[in-house]
């Protein structure tokens, strides 16, 4: 049997990152993946023999600067065809409005009325974000006889909140648990810049721009500057050099290798077996999956009743879809000229329209009206395609995952039908570019990603599931209760989007512990 | 209009509302001439008994008690002044299939109700009931505290958010995180973690959105939970009562306290202006002409009206005004006072079953109830409302002749405007009357056949008479960036305001909503000390 020092389950952008980590601290690592691509849900495809798009996320905006130092992803090859994109986000009227670092216009070029309101309002929640960045690389503190660690990591935010000064102090305790509803529309009126904002709220999550606490997701959004940036070679070209980063220190990368157990003796994990009966052992095994899948592949006798409940009440409806398109020829949009069009395409006319189309997920309904996040990546990076088409990438917020009456043909050419049309009304023609087409349903998203539900961020980024209570109360700090077995995914903080920092928090933290165990056995 | 001068006094309480008249009754204990000015010729604000049709009382708005803070029944000695609440201890929702689940006080009865559904909600019953008295236990203590300004670097606020650490630390890692959880969580959410029997959950979801501009998954509603559970009725945590009388039962009784300390009272004629110089208040102007003085005003009305229609804008700072404008206060409840010809049947209920003196719904699931939340928010009253229906006058018979009853009908949801643009002082007031009571019928077929007189109150109805904004019921709605010290503005949750002398005690400030008397009486505490008094009298001052 072979052994390892570590195992890491999933080789998504987490898995890829805590991997290389692991072997950069010297330890010798293994990747199982089931699939047969890299990436999880940061993973590239061939859409039509030519045409390369992301499969599923198409954008990096959060990626942890450290994370990517450490690992010297320069090194192993990423670069970006474009960075901080500007969002268009489009009207039915045609007066759309441009936003680039922080300041909205209207593509028209006349004035904004709102453009002074904006600039301020972004300006404050980039600040307020500025208090949250620091949080995200660390373990989410013990509240109970917490280590001077966590005590200084308190101390510090603390201190972060007093340095804002007292008004702003006193806002940012307001805002951050009101909603994105109240806290866009309080400062400018109702339209597309207003659900362009509110749309970075809830992005990915089954909530709405009036539910309480949406107003803090757009804040972690911000976190990391809020610049969104197009890697070189596409999503792929990003996993490839992750992959190259943890095999150039050592790792071993397994692909279609699913796992079927994850492997215990005595509480404490041993290896993991895999779906063709081979096992593995290692003292260490970190799960990128989400924190039900890793339950079930644990086995819930490993594990105390009340987390096994804690686990299976995590929230993970998933509501966002995908359409991935390989088009002939670069589609027309009115008054859209193709510098623009390089950029975040939104959909989004209102707050309003926004709130509407979030209501029909929560009965499993289709909403007539999604919001939509368009990218043409192969505009600023034409070697996506070979020849002369254009791949777009579409993430629709919000298709529900429990669809009624199931995601069968035809739901998922309705749910398609509904993308196009809406991007019919501003880029007439675009459906006789089609060369190929992909609809990619949040149960689509389960069956590939292995994420429960579909949900992108393996469990809502719901105030009650975040920090010290990600991705359940008692389980916050990456290990679990099994010896040796830690999350390393999106299901613990500090959760979604590609970020890194779980994949990098639970590397350092099952090092730390195996030194301990190293010089006990000593 | 020049304004004659009309006396002169230590404090005028603006508003004769519950709090209004607490506060006026603690600062009046204490020596000071204290006066309450009131708009309407009644007293008692949303807690009034008025009879509208001959021989019936109705409890106008709010019509059931248990969060009346035990310290204040105390303090000003209510039940010598006539208060008396008589506590029911069932309720039932009736379901579709002609069937019922019925709630009890009484644990055991309860479970054995729970498990006729689902032996496993039965089982998680007892978790659930734990989880939530931990936490009413652990919000309790805080409800007669002034909050901290956390931005703040005064000695009595780094105090206090030292105690609030404390405490917060006391409870234990695993009850600290569910703490954060209950704050934060949807009721919807949080009830899904312990019951599978639909009817049980929408049940115990209405409290979570009774008086809200929220639905059932809207995540905080668990907290509105707990403010219609951490009351009590003679020490019975939890437990809700009737006061005789009609909710004016509980005014009377302040306004019987206040008079004995020597405090006045002048009905008919409400505020005109909040008068201001220099920062500083010096009285007020009745809507009548009478300018009254007094170095220090207290407002009973919620934060929006006592300082956008009252206050002069010059003497407040923008910022100030800003917030003020900003604070949402959202009519979201409607309200129906039923006269009764004879007690109405349900077919569901067994002969003589207790639960029909008590709380009766008929909302089948959460997903009814968050349907109801989206007509609402799309600027329509609930297809299918939510109501918390009681005829008091099976257990006070004080309220109608003899054989004959009054019903109290609460209506979630109901906007302030229509998206439709209609008035609601014309049909739609009937029509919405009508949605409710089809409704009821559906559940007793005699029900419509026995109504007497009706009185409909929808959010405008409650704006216009009893002045609070929108007809919120809780003078602004209760979520977390509007509790605690951000309530009602961050900075001034201390009932103070930008201008010396002035305070507010109404719902708008901590705690909140609910007849609970408590910001009357933190506001009062608050003002005793501004003015210099320091040994600490009564038990609502000691809690400081």
Known sequence: ?522 | MSARNAGRYDVIVVGAGHNGLTAACYLAKRGLKTLVVERNDWIGGAAVSRELYEGWTYSNCSYVCSLLRPEVVRDLDLPRHGLQVIPYESGATFTDDGGYFAYYSDHDALRREISRFSRRDADNYERYARAVMRQCRFIKPLLMRTAPDPASNRPRDLAELLYLGRRFHDLGEREMGETIRFWTMSIGEFLDEYFETEVIKAHFAGSGIIGTGLGVYSPGTAYVLLHHYMGEVDGTIGAWGFTRGGMGGVTQAMASALTEAGGEIRAGSGVAEILAKNGKTTGVVLENGDLLEAPTVISNMDVRRTFLNHVDQKELPDDFTKAVKRFKIRGSSAKLNIALDGFPSFPAAPAGAPFLKGDLHASQSLEELERAYDDWKAGRWSAEPYFDMLIPTCIDPTMAPPGKHMMTVFVQYAPYALASGEPWDGPARDALAETVIAKIARHSPDFRDLILHKEVRTPWDIEHEVGLTEGNIFQGELTFDQMFFNRPVPGYADYRSPIKGLYLCGSSSHPGGGVMAAPGANAAREVLRDLGFKSAATSAERAA
């Not at chain 1, 359409?323 to 589609?331: E, G, I, Q």
Request: net charge neutral; with cysteine.
């Open chain 1, 1 to 522: 049997m072979t052994r390892y020092d570590a195992i890491v389950i999933g080789a998504g952008h987490n898995g890829l990152a805590a991997a290389g980590l692991l072997a950069r601290g010297g330890r010798t690592v293994l990747v199982v993946e089931k699939n047969d691509v890299l990436g999880g849900a940061a993973a590239g495809y061939e859409i039509a023999p030519g045409f390369r798009a992301p499969r599923f996320a198409h954008l990096l905006h959060a990626w942890h600067p450290q994370v990517e130092r450490q690992l010297d992803l320069a090194a192993h090859g990423l670069a970006f065809a474009r960075r901080d994109l500007a969002t268009l986000s489009l009207a039915d009227d045609g007066n759309h409005t441009i936003i680039e670092r922080g300041e909205a216009r209207l593509a028209a070029g006349n004035s904004l009325p709102d453009a002074a309101a904006f600039a301020a309002l972004h300006r404050r929640l980039q600040r307020f974000a500025g208090v949250l960045a620091g949080k995200l690389l660390q373990v989410p503190p013990r509240l109970e006889s917490p280590d001077w660690r966590d005590l200084a990591g308190l101390a510090k935010l603390g201190l972060d909140l007093r340095r804002l000064g007292a008004a702003d102090a006193r806002e940012f305790l307001r805002v951050l648990l009101s909603n994105a509803h109240d806290v866009v529309l309080d400062e400018i009126a109702d339209g597309p810049l207003a659900g362009a904002l509110a749309l970075d709220a809830v992005m990915g999550g089954h909530s709405g721009p009036r539910s309480p606490g949406s107003a803090l997701t757009l804040l972690y959004r911000l976190a990391q500057g809020g610049g969104r940036h197009l890697p070189k070679g596409g999503m792929a070209a990003f996993v490839g050099a992750l992959a190259e980063a943890a095999q150039s220190r050592g790792a071993e990368i397994r692909r279609n290798a699913a796992v079927e157990a994850v492997l215990v003796e005595n509480d404490r994990v041993i290896g993991i077996r895999l779906a063709d009966g081979e096992a593995m052992k290692a003292p260490l095994v970190l799960s990128s999956l989400d924190a039900q899948t890793t339950l079930r592949l644990t086995g819930v006798e490993h594990f105390d009743a009340e987390a096994v409940r804690r686990i299976r009440h995590v929230r993970c409806k998933g509501v966002t879809a995908k359409v991935n398109l390989a088009l002939s020829a670069l589609p027309r949009f009115d008054g859209i000229g193709e510098d623009l069009l390089g950029g975040r395409l939104l959909l989004t006319p209102s707050v309003q329209a926004l709130e509407t189309a979030f209501d029909a997920t929560k009965y499993g309904e289709l909403p007539a009206c999604p919001a939509l996040e368009v990218l043409i990546p192969s505009l600023a990076d034409p070697s996506l395609v070979d020849g002369s088409g254009h791949v777009m990438s579409i993430v629709v917020q919000y298709a529900p995952y429990h669809l009624k009456g199931g995601w069968n043909d035809a739901a998922r050419s309705r749910l398609a039908a509904t993308v196009l049309d809406l991007l019919e009304r501003h880029a007439p023609g675009l459906r006789d570019l089609i060369v190929a087409q992909d609809v990619l349903t949040p149960l689509d998203i389960e069956r590939e990603t292995g994420a429960s539900g579909g949900h992108w961020h393996h469990g809502e980024l719901s105030v009650d599931q975040m920090l010290t209570l990600r991705p359940v109360n008692g389980l916050a700090r990456y290990a679990l209760p099994v010896g040796g077995l830690y999350l390393c995914g999106a299901a613990a903080h500090p959760g979604g989007d590609i970020i890194g920092a779980a994949g990098h928090n639970a590397a350092r933290l099952a090092m730390k512990d195996w030194a301990l165990l190293e010089e006990r056995v000593a």
